[in-house]
């Protein structure tokens, strides 16, 4: 229990929390005092005077901004005196005098605390009779963001976001009195991975984003709560819809999560979801290439191919961008009808599924809050896990010390106390000297040593050794007070896991080699193959040999996102029969013969589990394009054709079965999420234990010696197919650069800009970086001209002759 | 009984009183060997206290109350503040251009009194001279082992950095010649906290106007109490007031305070121009409100006791207004002055200030409305409630009730000249 302090408001005595804001501190008792500046998750500036109120003082009532004001005991405060009333009177007057009152036709009219605030607070009539002053209208702030200066209150949210909650310090004030304004600094525009933030924060209509501009009035939106499956973190969001339509989307204040923040593709890929290149229909591959079917002739295809291979033959791909309910159909459809324990929805891009979805201690995200220390051993936070960065960001401003280790410079370096370097392929040196705080590495040993410790463990480049991971969580399991998170990224990863969408795991988190659970789970489903089954290279090594025939591909791209594209390619061309669940046509599902149009996020209704383990609702808020079907649906309708009943036509049948027959799921129904949790979902298990608990231990990785090592990391913005068919943010993609330490470059010899080639034939331009160690090369991972690049941990550069 | 401490040596020796041969010849310096070698730092500081000096940069803060303020952490440190960028204010100029090594002797002693390493002199930009001759003078100290290391031997170290500001008058305010100082947007900070626990880069600072600074050295020979001997009892010290506008002896007049008003514009000010009668003048710099006489030529140049009257002795700058003055046309330059030099932060100051500038010129103009007095007292009330005194604000910082001096000013003292401005005067009054 916090300590309190008592407040009187208005002639009425409360106990309000201590050392709040004034302006806070009263919402909470239901005194809601008018503001601008104010902003619960921002600095207070005072900037508006918009939140005056009168204090009882020494020297008698002084007016005082409330939202600066921290609460003290036996404070006397009136916000409803004719002083104060002709204060906001005044502060809402002279807003309004060089405000330009194009309401009508400003994106904020309707939703505006502006005008809100004027209705309630401010004076009735204008005394303004001078000329107004006057911007053009609007300027592009950055690619996603247009700039209104003349509606502009210059209340300082959308600097504040971006210099102290994003760390991008693009924008600023310039000039001054009258003629202040927001402004980018110059040839910076702002551009920034949460620049979409400022236009929620907004609270007038200055910052527009492109997307949405005029597209629709408030009043007119739909709205549903869901997550966001951008990334594992499941950012709370309100997808909004006009005519049938997503048109966009706002973060939602969940604290234990986002706490309201989202980055921009968070925010602006859902135009993805409308993209004329979906694929509305199913498709057959017929003599001249695909041709579109019925759903029953292409199902009853389905069925009789899947049908006609021993279970083994067959493998199933993907899962990791559906709900937990189409993920747990798949893997009983798998399991139990089709036969096989060949699934896996990572793409041997990931992490041992043990490790991911079963380590303990697990932290929760809002443990970032009270640890002492951070420490992230993995992927760039701010290119792969963005919101995580920003929680991270937020736990370093209130003290927590933050160690990075990584083969390259992160979005993390620049506050973090202790920046460990590694050169890509030799971790596990590191790793133990820095275990045993050798010389160079005694500080951020000692870091590690105060508690408590989150450790961020995840794999920092496909071209990783996965056990780089393990390794690393083995290190922070073996400090006293410490949890960890792992860094899996690709949107359900994590609830696809936990329905058993893993080689070596059924649902539930438990491991395929409980033979007690499999057994239940076998009176369940009616069938259930024992032991472990392949994993993604495993079956596209063993389809390429002809071990394997078959293939269900689930909205997974192995050509692009597995290590080996050329192995996924010549896989998927050898495979006898190969069904896709795809939302497009991909350069993977390409080589299928059916393609079934997948209904995506936005479009389907479950449940998903993020990073920490915890489990929220995702609904749907539009209607699935064309033809498009859930996953569960599809997949209940081919089992009837193949003579099974998979109970998963309707979901949340398949959320309660989840709950009866996955153990660490037990508890977890529809109504839990909605009713009892906040709406901020839960994490599992709800109560009881886990029957797989992995524990990491400190292994020995091998070392890899070449002359030039791989670091292949994931960029935010890449080419990916969700990225390349959402308009607003796909002219952002990554180009292809290969960026060395100066002293490599002088040895090939190239300068800055000059091209390379990898592998003989990937060329890009080179870009001179020392924060890359000797050694090793880094080159950003499925962007136009790094397609197909293979991540082994080794690559040949050479020199282009007549480079630039 | 001593009438002047700041300006004998200037007057005394007017083509070299900058320099430090000078300085030195006439009993310079003596006062930084006795702090150093005779006295511990505290004792200073309580001399200090004990002359009971009040600030002379406008707000007349006590200043060994402020150093009583100062915080432990480390470092801390001293700014002097000579951004004087309030029209009418001329008196730190003088003093740095003409006796510079007075002020940084007063620095040396009081960063010696208060555990100080670190000074910097914030100066206005357009003082480009006396930045020149300071910079001049701190070189010739430090060669003369003044300022530097181990001054005078006694292992006390003093480093002194003069910054030239971007010309904004707001960078006066102490908070926001911080920022300004540490290279951000020259806006005041929110109070608390005070400078003395988190002043720059977040660490313990004093800011101190020139002429506070540059009594310090008398203050350390003579002693406290010899201080507070000279005037009256609250107002202890000589104040060096800068005169000006329609005044046959304009310029700077460093005097013991407690004389009139009348005795001050007439006898040392040497009477109005021309023979002219006195309209109005303005006590203490363009943000204090105006004095007429009638009601303030025999009330005393005392800092309570101009306060009493409404308005204050500030930075001490006399505007002096004769007959011939239009008062609209006073009140507008003023007020333009301060929308112009508005940080724009605060929405009373940033708005209002300009909607009266505007307001103010379409009567100059001749389109004023009947109304238009009322809605300027309005607008001023919504920047400054009530317009009492000490003034009320709903801004951060004093400037935008700066503002609206002015136009009370004028409003209460000469409303029928601005009705007499108004096109429809006669419609109005049949
Ligand atoms: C708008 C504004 C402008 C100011 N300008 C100056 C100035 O130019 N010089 C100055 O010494 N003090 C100025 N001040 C006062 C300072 O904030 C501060 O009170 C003073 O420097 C403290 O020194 P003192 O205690 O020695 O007077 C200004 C205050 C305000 C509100
Ligand atoms: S653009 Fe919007 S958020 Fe930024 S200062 Fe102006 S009103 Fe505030
Ligand atoms: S009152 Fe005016 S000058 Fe002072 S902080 Fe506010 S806007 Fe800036
Ligand atoms: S909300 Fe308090 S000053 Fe803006």
Request: glycine content about 10%; some cysteine.
């Amino acid at each position: 229990m916090p300590d309190t302090v008592s407040i009187n408001i208005n002639g009425v005595a409360h106990d309000v929390e201590a050392g709040q804001r004034l302006i806070v501190a009263a919402e909470s008792v239901g005194e809601v005092i008018p503001r601008f500046c104010h902003h619960d998750k921002l600095e207070p500036v005072g900037k508006c005077r918009m939140c005056l109120v009168e204090v009882e003082g020494p020297r008698g009532k002084v007016l005082m901004p409330s939202c600066t004001l921290l609460v003290s005991d036996g404070m006397v405060v009136d916000t409803e005196s004719a002083v104060v009333k002709k204060a906001q009177e005044g502060v809402l007057e002279f807003l309004l005098i060089n405000h330009p009152l194009d309401c009508p036709i400003c994106d904020k009219g309707g939703e505006c605390p502006l005008q809100d605030q004027t209705m309630q607070w401010g004076p009735g009539e204008s005394r303004f009779v001078e000329a107004k002053r006057n911007f053009e209208k609007p300027i592009p702030v950055s690619d996603v963001v247009l700039l209104d200066r003349e509606r502009c209150v210059l209340c300082d949210r959308c600097v504040r976001a971006a210099d102290d909650i994003a760390g991008d310090p693009l924008l600023t004030f310039i000039d001054r009195g009258n003629h202040v304004q927001i402004q980018t600094f110059p040839n910076e525009p702002f551009s920034s991975y949460f620049s979409g933030n400022t236009v929620q924060l907004c609270p007038v209509g200055a910052l527009t984003s492109v997307d949405y501009r005029f597209k629709a009035r408030p009043w007119d939106l739909g709205h549903t709560r869901s997550v966001s499956f951008v990334d594992t973190v499941h950012s709370s969001v309100d997808a909004q819809t006009s005519r049938g339509k997503l048109v966009r989307v706002y973060g939602i204040e969940n604290d234990r999560v986002n706490e309201g923040w989202l980055s921009d593709k968070d925010r602006f890929i859902f135009s993805a979801v409308h993209s004329p290149d979906r694929v509305t229909a199913p498709l057959v591959r017929g003599d001249d290439g695909f041709e579109e079917a019925s759903w029953s002739d292409a199902m009853a295809l389905v069925a009789s191919r899947l049908g006609g291979y021993l279970g083994g033959e067959v493998g199933a791909i993907g899962g990791a961008n559906n709900t937990n309910e189409e993920a747990y159909t798949l893997a009983k459809f798998m399991r139990s009808v089709v036969g096989s324990s060949n699934l896996d929805a990572q793409l041997g891009d990931g992490l041992n599924p043990h490790l991911a979805a079963t380590v303990t201690p697990r932290a929760t995200i809002d443990d970032l809050d009270r640890a002492a220390t951070i420490f992230v051993w993995g992927p760039d936070l701010k290119e792969t896990l963005p919101v995580l960065y920003l929680r991270v960001r937020k736990a370093v401003r209130n003290g927590a010390t933050l160690v990075v280790a990584s083969p390259a410079g992160t979005g993390l370096d620049a506050i973090a106390a202790h920046v460990v370097r590694y050169r890509a392929g030799s971790g596990s040196d590191v790793l133990r000297k820095f275990a045993s705080g050798d010389k160079g590495y005694e500080g951020a040993r000692e870091a590690l040593d105060a508690g408590p410790v989150v450790g961020l463990v995840g794999r920092s480049s496909l071209a990783e050794d996965p056990m780089m991971a393990e390794a690393a969580a083995g290190v922070v399991r073996s400090l006293p007070d410490s949890k960890l998170l792992t860094l899996l990224t690709r949107a359900n990863i994590y609830g696809a896991l936990d329905m058993g969408l893993a080689p070596n795991l059924l649902p539930g988190r438990v491991s395929t080699a409980d033979d007690e659970h499999a057994e239940m789970l076998e009176d369940a489903w009616g069938h259930l193959p024992r032991g472990t089954g392949r994993s993604t290279t495993q079956m596209l090594e063993d389809l390429a040999s002809g071990a394997m025939r078959a293939m269900v591909l689930v909205g997974a791209d192995p050509v692009r996102d597995c290590p080996d594209p050329g192995l996924a390619q010549r896989a998927l061309e050898a495979a006898e029969f190969v069904v896709a669940f795809d939302a497009f046509v991909t350069d993977s599902s390409i080589h299928a013969d059916v393609i079934l149009p997948a209904a995506v996020w936005g479009e389907v209704s479950g449940t998903a589990t993020n990073l920490e383990g915890r489990v929220q609702e995702v609904n749907a808020s539009v209607r699935p394009a064309g033809q498009a079907r859930s996953l569960n649906a599809a997949l209940d309708d081919i089992a009837h054709l193949m003579g099974v009943d998979l109970r998963a036509a309707k979901v949340a049948d398949v959320t309660r079965e989840i709950a009866a027959v996955a153990p660490a799921y037990a508890g977890i129904t529809p109504d839990h999420l909605t009713f009892e949790s906040d709406g901020d979902g839960v994490i599992v298990p709800l109560e009881g234990e886990q029957p797989l608990k992995f524990i990491p231990v400190e292994v020995s990785v091998p070392v890899v010696t070449s002359r030039l090592t791989l670091h292949f990391p994931d960029a935010l913005y890449d080419d990916g197919v969700w990225n390349r068919n959402a308009p607003t943010i796909a002219g952002l993609a990554r180009q292809a650069e290969a960026r060395l330490h100066p002293r490599d470059a002088s040895m090939l010899p190239v300068h800055e800009g000059d091209i390379v080639s990898i592998e003989e034939r990937f060329v890009m331009p080179v870009t001179l970086d020392d924060t890359v160690p000797v050694g090793s090369i880094v080159v950003p991972r499925n962007v136009v001209g790094t397609k197909g690049l293979t991540a082994s941990t080794s690559v040949k550069v050479e020199a282009v002759e007549g480079g630039a | 009984m001593t009438d002047r401490i700041l300006t004998v040596r200037m007057e005394a020796h007017p083509s070299d009183s900058h320099t430090i041969d000078r300085y030195v010849k006439t009993g310079g310096y003596k006062a930084l060997r006795k702090a150093l070698k005779k006295m511990k730092p505290e004792a200073v500081a309580a001399e200090v206290n004990a002359s009971n000096i009040r600030g002379r940069g406008g707000a007349g803060f006590p200043m060994g109350v402020k150093w009583g303020f100062l915080g432990a952490a480390e470092p801390r440190y001293l700014v002097v503040n000579c951004d004087e960028s309030e029209p009418g204010t001329f008196n730190d100029r003088q003093l740095v251009e003409r006796d510079p090594h007075q002020l940084l002797e007063g620095i040396a002693i009081s960063s010696y009194a208060l555990g100080i390493s670190r000074a910097f002199i914030y100066v206005r930009g357009e003082y480009a001279r006396g930045a020149r001759r300071l910079q001049r003078a701190i070189d010739e100290a430090k060669e003369a082992g003044y300022l530097g290391e181990d001054i005078l031997s006694s292992g006390f170290s003093l480093d002194v950095t003069i910054h030239l500001g971007g010309g904004a008058y707001i960078c006066g305010e102490e908070t926001a010649l911080l920022n300004s100082l540490e290279g951000r947007r020259g806006e005041p900070r929110l109070k608390p906290p005070f400078p003395a626990i988190a002043g720059l880069y977040a660490k313990p600072t004093i800011v101190n106007n020139v002429e506070s600074i540059s009594n310090v050295p008398w203050i350390t020979l003579n002693g406290g109490l010899a201080y507070a001997d000279i005037g009256p009892d609250r107002s202890a010290g000589t104040k060096m007031l800068s005169i000006s506008g329609h005044i046959n002896k304009p310029g700077n007049h460093e005097i013991v305070m407690g004389m009139t008003w009348r005795e001050l514009i007439y006898d040392i000010g040497g009477g109005i121009r021309d023979g002219n009668e006195l309209k109005a003048w303005i006590p203490g710099g363009a943000s204090s409100p105006w004095f007429v006489p009638d009601k303030h030529l025999d009330t005393r140049v005392e800092l309570d006791e101009v306060g009493a009257n409404g308005s204050m002795i500030g930075a001490g700058a006399v505007v002096v207004m004769d007959e011939t003055t239009n008062v609209v046309a006073a009140a507008h330059s003023i007020v333009r002055f301060f929308a112009h030099e508005s940080c724009g932060q605060c929405t009373p100051c940033r708005e209002g200030t300009s909607w009266m500038e505007d307001i103010l010129a379409r009567i100059m103009d001749g389109r004023g409305r009947p109304e238009d007095i009322d809605l300027l007292m309005d607008v001023s009330d919504n920047i400054s409630p009530g317009l009492s005194w000490p003034p009320a604000m709903t801004t951060i910082c004093p400037l935008g009730p700066s503002a609206t001096a002015p136009v009370a000013s004028i409003v209460r003292y000469f409303r029928d000249e601005i009705e007499a401005m108004m096109p429809n005067k006669e419609a109005a009054n049949a």
